[in-house]
């Protein structure tokens, strides 16, 4: 029995549909659960995620596919798909394992020649605006004045709402790069812990695992003897790949299911809490997603 209590606190998908949860100054409002509130979306609410903006990226155990951030990152979207698809990463490996924090992959060696892309590309902190750009919004935290989600991704913003930035959540894609703000080259890692938020504005983020961040998990967290360490057999661009047909689609994070859905999850509705915060915050709101093909 308390295995399933464990099952509801960590899922927050079962349980009675609908609850009524009171604070301060607001009237009593019906809340439905995390799940009943995705399950009744509808179809408008959701998008089709672009083919063309989706990397597969196929390890040993399976294949993860990651949506590129083109609107806050373009200079590192157009980057990543331009070595994809001259085979750059073709038998590279993930060479570095931190268990709780990164995966990172590419070349080690540095040796392995670029062919057509460029070999570094341009910081992307964070994408400015020069009016307030508008998100779905959530409190700020101790990193950002503004947190919330933009597109289908979680971000952050200074107080102007002028200056945005994906955050450093579970199953980010993000740029390495060296001490040179301008280094990012062909280095790439994906978040495999919490989420290090310090790294935000260090470092160019501009993607998000949609599908088999399981892939990353299972990698290999040291060398073994006479047995290739975390090999990449490539990363594709998805729309070019014409023996896959996946779909994905994903909550519109400025629908109203959506803001339903942050209710639901800073007070959830299951009969195994007894007490909701009317909190989450940005890492610990999960954006549905879900394959159509």
């Given at each position: 029995?308390k295995?399933?209590?464990?099952?509801?606190?960590?899922?927050?998908?079962t349980?009675?549909?609908?609850?009524t949860?009171?604070?301060?100054?607001?009237?009593?409002?019906?809340?439905?659960?995390?799940?009943?509130?995705?399950?009744?979306?509808?179809?408008?609410?959701?998008?089709n995620?672009?083919?063309?903006n989706?990397?597969?990226?196929?390890?040993?155990?399976?294949a993860?596919y990651?949506?590129?951030?083109?609107q806050?990152?373009?200079?590192?979207?157009?980057?990543?798909k331009q070595?994809?698809r001259?085979?750059?990463?073709k038998?590279?490996?993930?060479?570095r394992?931190?268990e709780?924090?990164?995966?990172?992959?590419?070349?080690?060696?540095?040796n392995?020649?670029?062919?057509?892309?460029?070999?570094?590309?341009p910081?992307?902190?964070?994408?400015?605006t020069?009016?307030?750009?508008k998100?779905?919004e959530?409190q700020?935290?101790?990193?950002?004045?503004?947190t919330?989600f933009?597109?289908?991704?979680a971000?952050?913003?200074?107080?102007?709402n002028?200056?945005?930035?994906?955050?450093?959540c579970?199953?980010?894609?993000a740029m390495?790069?060296?001490?040179?703000?301008?280094?990012?080259?062909?280095e790439?890692?994906?978040?495999?812990?919490?989420?290090?938020?310090?790294?935000?504005?260090?470092?160019?983020?501009?993607?998000?695992?949609?599908?088999?961040?399981?892939?990353?998990?299972?990698?290999?967290?040291?060398?073994?003897?006479n047995?290739p360490f975390?090999?990449i057999?490539?990363?594709?661009?998805?729309?070019?790949i014409?023996?896959?047909?996946s779909?994905?689609?994903?909550?519109?994070?400025?629908s109203q299911?959506?803001?339903?859905?942050?209710?639901?999850r800073?007070?959830?509705?299951?009969?195994?809490?007894v007490?909701?915060?009317n909190?989450?915050?940005?890492?610990?709101?999960p954006i549905p997603?879900?394959?159509?093909?």
């Open positions: 029995m295995g399933l209590y464990l099952a509801a606190l960590i899922t927050g998908l349980g009675c549909a609908q609850h949860q009171q604070h301060a100054g607001t009237q009593q409002t019906p809340i439905r659960s995390a799940s009943e509130v995705i399950k009744h979306a509808k179809a408008h609410e959701w998008r995620v672009d083919r063309q989706v990397l597969k990226i196929t390890l040993p155990t399976g993860a990651f949506e590129l951030n083109p806050l990152a373009a200079k590192h979207t157009a980057h990543i070595l994809a001259e085979g750059f990463y038998n590279t490996r993930v060479y394992f931190v709780g924090f990164v995966a990172q992959g590419g070349d080690s060696s540095g392995k020649a670029i062919k057509t892309a460029n070999k570094t590309v910081a992307e902190f964070y994408h400015s020069a009016q307030p750009l998100i779905t959530l700020g935290d101790g990193y950002a004045p503004v919330g933009l597109n289908g991704f971000v952050a913003q200074n107080a102007s002028t200056q945005t930035w994906q955050v450093h579970h199953g980010v894609f390495a790069r060296g001490n040179e703000i301008n280094s990012a080259s062909t790439f890692f994906v978040t495999i812990g919490q989420g290090p938020r310090y790294l935000d504005k260090n470092i160019t983020v501009f993607g998000r695992v949609l599908e088999g961040m399981e892939h990353f998990n299972r990698l290999q967290r040291k060398p073994v003897p047995t975390n090999p057999t490539n990363i594709e661009v998805l729309a070019d014409k023996r896959d047909k779909t994905f689609n994903v909550m519109k994070t400025d299911s959506f803001r339903e859905l942050i209710e639901a800073k007070n959830r509705t299951e009969p195994w809490f007490y909701a915060h909190y989450i915050d940005v890492c610990a709101m997603t879900k394959r159509i093909d």
